[in-house]
Structures are given as structure tokens and as C-alpha cells.
């Protein structure tokens, strides 16, 4: 079955200070990459997706490249800011037919001032 | 654009009571919504499926008298929890996949926290 494998939290950086989340995937076919960010309290939102190998999501300054050939889709920050702090998923859906999502556990990211 | 809505964003109910949540598609047509809880510091579950004028579709291990769902129009589906207990308080989420949706793209609701006392 699909399956997606995030790096533990929580990641705990300063601010401007360069950020990765792992992320890697099983799945068959060619599903589409999603990270989603939720802030406390509230639901998750779309951060930013890529549907085909070798693209490139980008939005609000992170970034991720769906790479086929390692199965993975790191999320990058070039610097963060105390309002980055959240929780971060990544996700996978479009394997083998169906849409419905699969999720990785969620990283929690701290970025103190 | 893309965006749903959740009603209520909190309740609290006494143990035994049912609590009815609604999820709508503000500026779109759902065909499909989706319903999750998500536990304290843990990811998404997904508790059903529900398509627009049929019976929802339930994963392993959810009641599905426990946790009614209709879908009965493209813009709303509703979860509600009968009989509430304790063990049911969680943070409640539903996302709608829209018509000629292509890029596998789901849009997710702000959430309901249900405490049940």
C-alpha cells in the first residue's frame, strides 16, 4: 500500500535559519505530492504540490521537488521566521487510481526569535 | 477561490447527546468530501467518504451508527456524532475534492474541536 515517511519532530531552529523536512514515499504509478501546514488550532492548508517528476512546488519561500528516483519531496526554507512555527504534512494521493490521500505523521517546526 | 467552510468551530456536549457538524464548499461544487479526526499531536484519520447523493463509505473501524454522514447536496455534508461520549472529544476535519478536480487536490476545512463532558 502507499505510504509516506516524514523525519521526527519537532525541528526547532532559530530565526533566518535555513530549514529541511524529510519526506519520502511509497506509492505505485504517479501520484501527485502535497505538503499541507496546519497552525494551532486550525485546519490543514495547501502549502504547495507537484504532480510530476522533477517539479518543483513553491509557495510563500518553501520549496520541494518531487524526485522519483529517491521517492521524495523535501520541504525547504531558505529562512524561517517565527511564523512558520507549525505543523507540517506531507501527503500523496492519484496512486493506483484513487484519490483519497495518504498523509505522513506531521513535523512540528519551532523557530524561536 | 477553493475554499470550506466548518460549522461549528467548537462544541462542547454533555456525554449521551449526538452533535451535528457541517462542511460546505463555499464556491464550488463537491462531488466527494472527505472526513477526518485527528488525535493530539498525531496526523489525520480518515474516518469516511462520502459521495453526493450516496451512502458514505467508512474505513476500518468506524462506526458507521456512530458517526453519521450524509452528503445531500454538492456544497454540504454533515457528520454527526450520536451519542456522544468522552472518548469521542477530537478535532474533527473535512476537505472536498471538487468537480473535475485535476490535480488530486483536496480543500480542507478550518476543523471542529468537540469536547463531550
Known amino acids: 500500500g502507499n505510504s509516506v515517511t516524514q523525519m521526527e519532530g519537532p525541528v526547532t531552529l532559530s530565526e533566518e535559519a535555513f530549514l529541511t523536512i524529510n519526506c519520502t514515499y511509497t506509492?505505485?504509478?504517479?501520484?501527485?505530492l502535497f505538503w499541507y501546514v496546519q497552525y494551532p488550532g486550525e485546519g490543514l492548508q495547501l502549502l504547495l504540490k507537484?504532480?510530476?517528476?522533477?517539479d518543483k512546488g513553491s509557495n510563500k519561500g518553501f520549496e520541494a521537488t518531487y524526485r522519483k528516483e529517491t521517492t521524495s519531496f523535501h520541504l525547504e526554507k531558505g529562512s524561517v521566521q517565527v511564523s512558520d512555527s507549525a505543523v507540517y504534512f506531507c501527503a500523496l494521493s492519484g496512486s493506483g487510481g484513487s484519490y483519497i490521500p495518504t498523509f505522513g505523521r506531521g513535523t512540528s517546526l519551532i523557530v524561536h526569535p | 477561490g477553493a475554499v470550506v467552510s466548518q460549522h461549528p468551530s467548537r462544541v462542547i456536549c454533555k456525554s449521551g447527546t449526538s452533535v451535528k457538524i457541517e462542511c460546505r464548499s463555499l464556491?464550488?461544487?463537491?462531488?466527494?468530501m472527505f472526513w477526518y479526526r485527528q488525535f493530539p499531536k498525531q496526523s489525520l484519520m480518515l474516518m469516511a467518504t462520502?459521495?453526493?447523493?450516496?451512502?458514505?463509505?467508512?474505513e476500518q473501524g468506524v462506526e458507521k451508527d456512530k458517526f453519521l454522514i450524509n452528503h445531500a447536496s454538492l456544497t454540504l455534508s454533515t457528520l454527526t456524532v450520536t451519542s456522544a461520549h468522552p472518548e469521542d472529544s477530537s478535532f474533527y476535519i473535512c476537505?472536498?475534492?471538487?468537480?473535475?478536480?485535476?490535480?488530486?487536490?483536496?480543500?480542507f476545512g478550518p476543523g471542529t474541536r468537540l469536547t463531550v463532558t
Open positions: 464556491d464550488f461544487q463537491a462531488t466527494t
Open positions: 476537505s472536498a475534492r471538487s468537480r473535475g478536480a485535476g490535480a488530486n487536490e483536496q480543500y
Open positions: 462520502s459521495n453526493e447523493g450516496s451512502k458514505a463509505t467508512y
Open positions: 507537484a504532480t510530476k517528476a522533477d
Open positions: 506509492a505505485t504509478g504517479y501520484p501527485s
